[in-house]
């Protein structure tokens, strides 16, 4: 591989990932994108990486030795078609991601349509804590999002453990398989299969098929921790080659949560593994989710030696992950929190850990269809079973709407019809700047609102807290003056 690498598209969470990792082993970066939003561009920003925007054939008038080619790219993107016009040799994240970093390593992925993010940082921070005692547990990671106790999407160490999050979503424009079919792990945690990602899957058997492959790549010395209560991974496990632990609240888990307390913002929870007492966990984050996330974390580290101690350290002092239920501010004593959900599953879990923490407060929900699969109407219904969870909800106009069919398109209108039958308080607004108008005035002191997004949500994270106060200011001048 040559030594100034290139990447398209390089603000994705993974490849800006990739990104720092290849600069940590010494190659000069540079890269490009439409847009750039935290918090992968602070990354970035951060690690000295000149990033170009918008795409631009300029941008490729000092020729690399590599380009890296996103696979949110497609023919067309001006950068790509330079690229390929002149011969500029170029490959995909998941290959150069296998080629230069897992093949001499021990590759631990965690795969799953939900919680890959949280249970990989989950398990990285364990090793990461097992390591204060025996260096060789010393991890390498890659995970979709800035984990708080590292304050990174990635570290690269010589030792052999690299965790990484096995992501299902396609691979390039050249290269339609998922991501995760590059990795190889030696042991794998499978989370939730649901159908997702409806632009690349045409239905949920495409979704179980691509699940079923992944497992098929875990040796048969390796091992598979798998979520206990989904038929569908029931299903995708049938057929593995390797040991192969549940996880979940049944009675006959191999690795069972019992005793499941919520106090506050935490979870406390007894492990039991086949049977037998494995330890008493504390989890500074709210959420039966989160509590699940946690358990399939210690179920693998603890199959790959890490002891009970060094794992319930780990998970007691564990610090979430950027964007999932982040405190982004508390304005005028009003809660707004950024959460990553974009699926009806997670949105659901979402906000039943809300009110789980926050019980006497009043949440406010805000959507912004944004992602392949909830701009398009395949999960209407769900989507009104998962937003009843909140008192108020409101919806924005789905995002570059044009793109998608007519008659796929999701409707928020009739999102808000099937909420408004069954008595919850709920709105649509275009854009953001619509939604601050509108919300900010109404909001008061003990409210919770939650920003439900995958993008950058047209600066919606700076503008409410700022519209709130100026509202609440303009009341005080008022009432002053009464």
């Known amino acids: ?107 631990l992925v965690v795969a799953g349509t939900h919680g890959k993010t949280t249970t990989t940082s989950m398990l990285a921070w364990i090793f990461e804590t097992a390591a204060q005692n025996n260096p060789e547990f010393a991890p390498s990671f890659l995970i979709g999002g800035v984990a708080e106790n590292f304050g990174t999407s990635f570290r690269v160490r010589p030792t052999m453990p690299f965790i990484l999050e096995g992501d299902e979503y396609d691979t390039a424009f050249f290269d339609k398989g998922p991501k995760f079919l590059h990795y190889f792990p030696d042991s794998a945690i499978l989370t939730h299969v649901e159908f997702d990602h409806a632009d690349i899957y045409a239905d949920l058997e495409a979704v179980k098929t691509a699940f079923k492959r992944f497992v098929n790549l875990v040796p048969r010395r390796g091992r598979l921790v798998a979520y206990d209560a989904s038929e569908n991974v029931t299903e995708c496990v049938a057929k593995a080659f390797c040991k192969v632990e549940r996880y979940g609240l049944r009675e006959d888990s191999y690795w069972r949560i019992s005793d499941l307390r919520h106090e506050g913002t935490s979870t406390r929870w007894t492990l039991w593994r086949a049977g037998e007492r494995f330890a008493e966990l504390t989890l500074p984050l709210a959420g039966e989710y989160n509590a699940l996330n946690a358990t399939a974390a210690a179920a693998l580290s603890s199959g790959q030696g890490v002891s009970v101690e060094a794992i319930a350290k780990a998970l007691a002092t564990f610090h979430s992950v950027k964007r999932r239920l982040e405190v982004k501010a508390v304005t005028e004593g009003v809660t707004i929190i950024d959460d990553f959900a974009h699926h009806p599953t997670a949105i659901r879990e979402t906000l039943r850990a809300l009110r789980e923490s926050r019980p006497r407060q009043r949440l406010i929900a805000v959507l912004e269809p944004r992602s392949n699969t909830l701009r398009r109407n395949v999960f209407e219904g769900s989507l009104v079973d998962s937003l009843a969870l909140a008192d108020r909800v409101v919806i924005a106009g789905v995002f570059k709407s044009e793109s998608i069919p007519t008659a796929e398109r999701l409707d928020p209108g009739h999102v808000v019809q099937g909420l408004l039958s069954r008595g919850i308080s709920a709105a649509v607004y275009q854009d953001a700047d619509a939604i601050v108008a509108a919300l900010a005035p109404e909001l008061r002191s003990g409210d919770v609102v939650v920003i439900l997004s995958n993008g950058g949500f047209g600066g919606i994270y700076q503008k409410l807290p700022r519209a709130i106060t100026e509202a609440a200011v303009a009341t005080r001048v008022a009432m002053q003056f009464s």
């Open 1 to 107: 591989m040559g030594k100034h690498v290139y990447l398209i598209g390089i603000c994705g969470t993974a490849m800006a990932s990739l990104a720092g990792m290849l600069k940590q082993q010494g190659y000069e970066v540079t890269g490009s994108d439409v847009a750039a939003y935290p918090p992968m561009s602070d990354l970035l920003r951060e690690l000295g990486i000149t990033v170009h925007e918008p795409y631009a054939e300029r941008n490729l008038d000092r020729r690399p030795d590599l380009v890296i080619v996103g696979n949110a790219i497609s023919r067309g993107n001006v950068e790509l078609e330079r690229v390929m016009d002149e011969r500029i040799p170029f490959t995909s994240m998941a290959s150069v991601l296998h080629d230069e970093f897992l093949v001499s390593r021990q590759p």
